[in-house]
C-alpha cells in the first residue's frame, strides 16, 4: 500500500521562474493539501483540494496555485519564484472527512537562487 | 503556525520518560495531533485525541489533554535513541461551513543520549 509520493525530491530554481510539484495521495485518499514548512518551523498551511476544486487556502498569494486531477494526484505551482519560497514544500493526503488525520509524504526541498 | 506554542527543545537520557508540551488557542479544535518529524522526511502521524477525552494511551505514548488550559502533553515512556526527532502539535480548527484547517506548531526537538 502506497503511501503519499512527492516528485522531485529536490530542485534548485531561479528567482523569478516557475515551478511545478507533484503529489499523488495515499491509496483510499481523496483529498489533498499542501504545506510549506521553513527551516525551523512547522509546517504552513497553504490550500486543500477536493473533487478537483480548491476547497479550503491559506495566507498564501495568488503566485501559488493548485490543481488536482481525477486521479486525486495534485500539482502545485508557483511563479515568479523568490528567494522567500525556499522551503520543504509537503503534500498530505486524507479521506473525505474534514477532521481525518493527514498522512504526509516526504515532501519537495526546494531552493531559489 | 504560531497560535499553537511548543517548547523548542527536550533532552532526556535514554530509557527516561520524554514529555512534550503544547498549548493551543481555540478551545473548539476538535482534534488535536502528534506528529513526527525525523531529518529528510515527512511528517508521520504518531497519535491524535479527541476534544471530550482527557487521556488517550498508544504502547509507549500518552496523551494528556486539559481542555480548560487548552494544554496538551505527548509522554513517551521509555525513550530511545530512535525518538530522536521533531514532534509538531497540531490543532484542527474548525471554520465556518464544517471545515477545518490544520494548525501546527514550531515543533520541539527531541534529543535522547546515552
Known amino acids: 500500500d502506497a503511501g503519499v509520493t512527492q516528485s522531485p525530491t529536490h530542485l534548485i530554481k531561479t528567482r523569478g521562474q516557475q515551478v511545478t510539484l507533484r503529489c499523488s495521495p495515499k491509496?483510499?485518499?481523496?483529498?489533498v493539501s499542501w504545506y510549506q514548512q521553513a527551516l525551523g518551523q512547522g509546517p504552513q498551511f497553504i490550500f486543500q483540494?477536493?473533487?478537483?476544486?480548491?476547497?479550503q487556502r491559506g495566507n498564501f498569494p495568488d503566485r501559488f496555485s493548485g490543481h488536482q486531477f481525477p486521479n486525486y494526484s495534485s500539482e502545485l505551482n508557483v511563479n515568479a519564484l523568490l528567494l522567500g519560497d525556499s522551503a520543504l514544500y509537503l503534500c498530505?493526503?486524507?479521506?473525505?472527512?474534514?477532521?481525518?488525520?493527514?498522512?504526509f509524504g516526504n515532501g519537495t526541498r526546494l531552493t531559489v537562487t | 503556525g504560531e497560535d499553537v506554542e511548543q517548547s523548542l527543545f527536550l533532552s532526556v537520557r535514554e530509557g527516561d520518560s520524554s514529555v512534550i508540551n503544547c498549548t493551543y488557542t481555540?478551545?473548539?479544535?476538535?482534534?488535536l495531533y502528534w506528529y513526527k518529524q525525523e531529518p529528510g522526511a515527512g511528517l508521520q502521524l504518531l497519535t491524535y485525541?479527541?476534544?471530550?477525552?482527557d487521556m488517550k494511551q498508544d504502547q509507549r505514548l500518552t496523551v494528556l489533554l486539559n481542555k480548560k488550559d487548552k494544554h496538551l502533553s505527548l509522554r513517551i515512556a521509555d525513550t530511545q535513541t530512535g525518538d530522536s526527532a521533531i514532534y509538531f502539535c497540531?490543532?484542527?480548527?474548525?471554520?465556518?461551513?464544517?471545515?477545518?484547517?490544520?494548525?501546527f506548531g514550531r515543533g520541539t526537538s527531541l534529543i535522547v543520549h546515552p
Open positions: 498530505a493526503s486524507s479521506g473525505t472527512v474534514n477532521n481525518s488525520p493527514l498522512h
Open positions: 483540494y477536493y473533487e478537483e476544486e480548491e476547497r
Open positions: 481555540d478551545s473548539s479544535s476538535t482534534y
Open positions: 491509496s483510499g485518499h481523496d483529498t
Open positions: 485525541i479527541f476534544s471530550n477525552m
Open positions: 497540531a490543532e484542527w480548527r474548525p471554520l465556518s461551513g464544517g471545515s477545518y484547517i490544520p494548525t
